[in-house]
């Protein structure tokens, strides 16, 4: 399970430990550095250290070869376990705050003695850090709002870091010949873009030992609680997972049990209820008598109701619907735009990003490196972009089944106007328009900004269009339904975002930008080839708005695709 990912995750977390104890700036930045270099591989870090080829990667010389080597054979690393120790774990518990970096992590526990969230907030409502240097009222203001943040969504876990983790634990289980059936259930089966947990649903003739094999799974760091039908531990990363084992009769009623949302599984069973039946995670009932289904579908059928995919089940009308949308599949998508290359601040290159997107099936991919206003991304100003245009028409020659197009992810200024000139804006093939600063601005006055934005020639896709990011900090205020409203009379697109940090829009917003008519693209925000895989986060959010394929830009092929920008 150690992936690229997790790995990069340590050695990001190494370099935020030697940022707060104060080490040569220049380790704190090879680490960073280190960390981005991986999570933006093409290859597997693990066959990279198997091959002895690690040190080839730019900025891994010997010794940070040799840690990455040590952490993927064995899962662990005895240099991060020792810094770790030296730093009380409440002290890392602060990174977790919006607005807290490193640096002033580092000054309010070493001047304050502050190690966790509780000494922090008490801090901030004796105003003891408005003396601090580079701190002050509205920084302590800033951080008090941070904590209220982060305790609203404590024990809450992304979905793209908690789907890779249960889909490795059913390969587990599924590889234990005691295991009929096994599936992902509860919230993350639905996609939700938040959870609390995992829910795992296996059937099987002897749960005994199906529990034993799950509980032979790697990383698994505590159990919590084991008895004959239930087992739950806690992973090295603190996901909570909840093994439940059935008969393989059980399994089918099971299933859509622990699958739907709490509002979809009353209105199922009052549905049920009208119809004389009884339903429970053990069956369907008329009286004492069971109904027997083979799977779910039958389960839908014996209360005289469709199938109701596992996306759509949030008691959100789903039920009531006279029929459900075909959703979308993500075989259906054919590309992606909103994608970065180390032009401006991504990890590969043009070209490396290019191949991944081919070999993922896509036929296209729309390069969007940052604009000049971006100057912390090393955005592009007009003779960069113009040199990456020919850059792009040299590599277009090397495909005949493949083309990358040319875009720019321009920023939207505090006055609505977009980053570039229109003479260069018409150069591109498409422009997404984002906002990037000024987040402090009042709901009407960035609805404003963004609408005047949408209005403009040059801007075809409305880029993340809230701003936020997931258990990291709230998006700005603005009025959605107006926006949605401004795309549709502009025949503006506005982007489903997959990056899981963002899914922006939400799903909500998705559903109400298919009934008003606006194209939705899905798009990656690839900073990185390993990010081009996160259209997957796209789809399943995507299904939850009950979008079908009509409904996405991204499954048109590059021409039609580009026909929808009225340029």
């Not at 059913?170 to 992902?184: C, D, K, W, Y």
């Not at 490396?352 to 940052?370: N, P, Q, T, W």
């Not at 592009?380 to 875009?407: C, H, M, P, T, Y």
């Amino acid at each position: 399970m150690m992936d690229n990912r997790e790995v990069a995750r340590i050695l990001e977390t190494v370099s935020q430990i030697l940022e707060i104890q104060g080490e040569n700036p220049f380790k704190v930045r090879a680490y960073a550095n280190a960390a981005r270099t991986i999570e933006g591989l093409t290859a597997d870090v693990r066959t990279l250290a198997e091959a002895k080829t690690l040190d080839s990667l730019p900025g891994i010389g010997p010794a940070l070869r040799d840690k990455v080597t040590e952490l993927v054979t064995t899962g662990k690393l005895a240099y991060f376990e020792e810094l770790r120790a030296a730093v009380p774990p409440g002290v890392l518990g602060l990174l977790e705050i919006p607005t807290l970096g490193a640096k002033k992590v580092s000054i309010l526990w070493k001047d304050l003695g502050v190690t966790g969230l509780d000494e922090l907030r008490d801090a901030c409502l004796k105003n003891r850090l408005l003396d601090l240097k580079g701190f002050g009222e509205k920084t302590q203001k800033k951080i008090l709002e941070g904590i209220a943040f982060r305790l609203r969504h404590q024990g809450e876990h992304l979905l793209g870091e908690a789907l890779p983790v249960a889909r490795a634990l059913l390969v587990h289980l599924r590889a234990s010949p005691t295991v009929s059936r096994g599936e992902i259930a509860g919230s993350l089966r639905r996609w939700k873009e938040v959870v609390r947990d995992i829910d795992l649903l296996v059937s099987s003739a002897v749960p005994e030992e199906t529990s034993q094999h799950f509980l032979r799974a790697p990383a698994i760091a505590e159990v919590l609680g084991r008895g004959e039908t239930k087992t739950s531990v806690r992973m090295e990363n603190g996901l909570q997972v909840d093994l439940r084992i059935v008969t393989d009769e059980q399994y089918p009623y099971a299933l859509q049990y622990f699958t739907g949302s709490k509002e979809h599984n009353v209105q199922v069973r009052a549905m049920a209820q009208k119809r004389g039946l009884k339903v429970n995670e053990y069956g369907v009932f008329r009286g004492d008598e069971l109904v027997r289904c083979r799977d779910e579908a039958e389960v839908y059928a014996a209360i005289g109701l469709p199938y109701v995919p596992p996306e759509l089940r949030e008691g959100r009308g789903e039920l009531e619907a006279a029929s459900l949308p075909r959703l979308l599949e993500r075989g259906e998508v054919r590309g992606v735009f909103h994608v970065h290359s180390t032009w401006s601040d991504g990890t590969a290159s043009i070209v490396d990003m290019a191949e991944k997107a081919r070999s993922l099936g896509f036929s296209y991919m729309g390069l969007s490196d940052h604009s000049a206003a971006a100057s912390y991304a090393n955005g592009l100003d007009a003779a960069r972009l113009r040199e990456q245009i020919r850059e792009v028409d040299r590599l277009n020659r090397s495909w005949n089944d493949f083309r990358i197009l040319k875009g720019l992810e321009c920023d939207i200024l505090p006055d609505g106007g977009l980053d570039l000139t229109p003479e260069i804006l018409g150069e591109l093939d498409f422009v997404i328009g984002s906002v990037h600063s000024r987040f402090d601005m009042g709901e009407r006055e960035m609805t404003d900004r963004v609408c005047r934005a949408i209005a403009n020639p040059h801007l075809d896709i409305l880029g993340h269009s809230t701003g936020r990011l997931l258990l990291e900090r709230e998006g700005y205020k603005i009025d959605l339904e107006r926006v949605i409203e401004c795309a549709r009379e502009q025949g503006k697109a506005i982007e489903l975002n997959a990056n899981p940090h963002r899914l922006d829009l939400d799903w909500i917003r998705c559903r109400r930008a298919k009934e008003a008519g606006v194209p939705i693209p899905i798009n990656p925000d690839a900073h990185g080839t390993a990010g081009l895989e996160d259209v997957d986060y796209g789809v399943g959010t995507a299904r939850r708005g009950w979008l079908e394929a009509r409904d996405v830009l991204t499954t048109l092929d590059a021409d039609e695709a580009l026909r929808r920008f009225r340029r």
